[in-house]
């Protein structure tokens, strides 16, 4: 027997092609005649629309900035999401919304990273491209759990009461090198299970990964012995998830495929097998569009979407994406279903659920808290002692020391970041004290990936100079008379920044080389706030008054 499928809410003949008219005015068409429905493209996205349009309508990415590897779930009236931190700190990044298509960072459910291994500490930081890979998040017994894993060290858990918090210290579920995309599941009798991916490659197996599936303790601390068995192989397998829908077992995956990276899914009566197997997707080449990592979402009137990003990164990352679904023969068809049945990328549509102010489209920090805000990671974690948000109320203190390699962003410990959001334009500005500087210390304003680019002082010789870096290259500026500087940044639609820095506050001038911003070690770029003494550990540094508008 197949499952009864879900009401499903979109078909072919309510779609609307977004070739012939402006997102705007098909936001505005669906407003007013209240039936419009997610509509295939086969052209690109506009460069820097995305999200709520203000009008009913939502555009691809719904989120334009580098929220990886997400998965979701419903909990009440909310939608919870997680996504990837690498080796940013604090780790495992929370977001809520209301709609599916406005999202908050609600938290991080790693405090200290730490807990993963000493190599993300700021005193190695040699974790780029590893540390917190794709994981899961689940709600169970009046808690959340959160699942994840790190391709050297192996899967974690930790679980909360609340998104906030307390997230309990991590548990090492699994220690072991090779491992990713890990998804927890309770069967109806109350068993507990972990499916998950050794992508490290067997050369008898050639590029095939294997899909394990554990039983769990009833804590979901440790692996049930003799309990491990494979449940598929194929070429570069992994974005596991597990579901039960209508008593049919739906195991959701990813592979590599001609066309590119697809989603698939197994489907049995249990968990034994046997399987069958179908293709959810197509992938793209131009544009690229190849969603991966996602999580499936039933709302109540019926209808199912699908939360995902785009497995091929940009400037900004990877993307969050919001795609409908459609039942077919038992089947949940991502996207718009083609001829063959299968689902093709949308651009655009009516909000899954109406209401929902568009979230504001800036981020402003005066530092006057006793915590940071949780739009903020720093790069690896940070060395407590060296920074400070009470030394000097109002104001970020870092205090300088020196790099593990001199002059390189890469390796300058208590770096504070924030992501970047692939907008039609935008602006950072932030106020520097430099009356703290000491010989031999820089600091600044910096976007970073693979090449880091800054706009900031330097001093030496007991003279303060604004300078501006584009990777090696460092153009000076004049001597800073007084104490503070503003520092900015502006980013255009193709992730070309360019700095400008003002004495007052008011004017600005232009200085140094564009910097452009890139794609790296599987993250977009980032917003920095740094400082670093060659020399000596000596001298800190007042930030205040950050302003992002994308």
């Known amino acids: 027997m197949q ?48 999200g709520d349009q203000g009008d009913g309508a939502y555009a691809n990415p719904v989120v334009a900035a580098d929220f990886s590897d997400i998965d979701v779930i419903r909990f009440g009236d909310e939608f919870i999401a997680m996504s990837s931190t690498f080796q940013y700190s604090p780790g495992v990044v929370l977001l809520r919304s209301k709609d599916l298509v406005n999202w908050t960072i609600a938290g991080h459910a790693v405090p200290d990273v730490r807990q993963i291994g000493p190599e993300m500490n700021w005193d190695r930081m040699n974790r780029y491209g590893t540390g917190v890979w794709a994981g899961s998040i689940r709600r169970h017994a009046g808690k959340f759990w959160i699942y994840f894993g790190t391709p050297q060290e192996g899967y974690f858990m930790t679980t909360a009461p609340a998104v906030e918090g307390p997230w309990e210290p991590l548990t090492h579920v699994f220690k072991a090198e090779g491992w990713d995309d890990c998804c927890p599941f309770w069967d109806d009798d109350g068993q507990m299970y972990l499916v998950g991916t050794q992508f490290s490659k067997d050369p008898a197996n050639g590029k095939k990964y294997n899909i394990h599936l554990w039983k769990l303790t ?30 049919l077992y739906y195991h959701y995956y990813s592979e590599v495929r001609p066309e590119g990276r697809v989603v698939m899914m197994n489907r049995a009566k249990s968990l034994e097998g046997p399987w069958e197997t179908r293709q959810l997707n197509h992938a793209t080449r131009t544009p690229k569009v190849d969603p991966n990592q996602g999580g499936l979402i039933q709302l109540d009137d ?68 006793a915590k940071l805000a949780p739009t903020w990671e720093w790069n690896h974690y940070p060395r407590d002692e060296k920074w400070s948000l009470t030394e000097r109320p109002g104001a970020l203190r870092l205090h300088a020391f020196r790099p593990l390699k001199p002059d390189d962003i890469h390796k300058t410990g208590n770096t504070l970041t924030q992501r970047i959001y692939a907008s039609e334009r935008g602006r950072v500005t932030v106020k520097l004290d430099a009356s703290g500087l ?19 002082v330097h001093r030496r010789q007991g003279e303060t100079r604004i300078v501006q870096v584009e990777q090696t290259r460092r153009n000076q500026g004049p001597v800073l008379a007084g104490a503070q500087v503003w520092l900015r940044a502006d980013i255009d639609v193709n992730g070309l920044v360019s700095f400008a820095y003002s004495t007052d506050g008011q004017d600005y001038l232009p200085l140094g080389e564009p910097h452009q911003a890139g794609w790296w070690n599987y993250r977009g770029n980032r917003i920095g706030l740094f400082t670093y003494n060659n020399d000596a550990e000596a001298g800190h540094v007042d930030f205040e008054d950050f302003d992002y508008v994308y």
């Open 3 to 50: 499952p009864t499928p879900p009401r499903p809410i979109n078909s072919a003949a309510r779609s609307v092609s977004l070739q012939s008219m402006s997102r705007r005015a098909l936001g505005l068409l669906g407003a007013a005649l209240g039936l419009l429905a997610p509509s295939a493209d086969a052209g690109s996205p506009r460069p820097g629309e995305w």
């Open 218 to 247: 009833p804590d979901g601390k440790a692996f049930v012995p003799g309990s491990d068995r494979i449940i598929h192989q194929s070429p570069g397998s992994e974005a596991n998830k597990l579901y039960k829908i209508n008593g």
């Open 302 to 369: 019926g209808g199912w979407w699908f939360f995902t990003h785009m497995g091929s990164g940009t400037w900004a990352g990877r993307m969050a994406h919001l795609l409908p679904v459609t039942w077919i023969d038992g089947w949940p068809i991502l996207g718009q279903p083609g001829p063959d049945g299968i689902g093709n990328m949308v651009w655009g549509g009516k909000k899954p659920i109406l209401g929902q102010a568009p979230v504001k489209r800036s981020f402003s920090e005066s530092f006057d808290s």
């Open 438 to 456: 000491a010989d031999g210390q820089n600091a600044g304003l910096t976007f970073f990936s693979r090449h880091a680019g800054w706009i900031g």
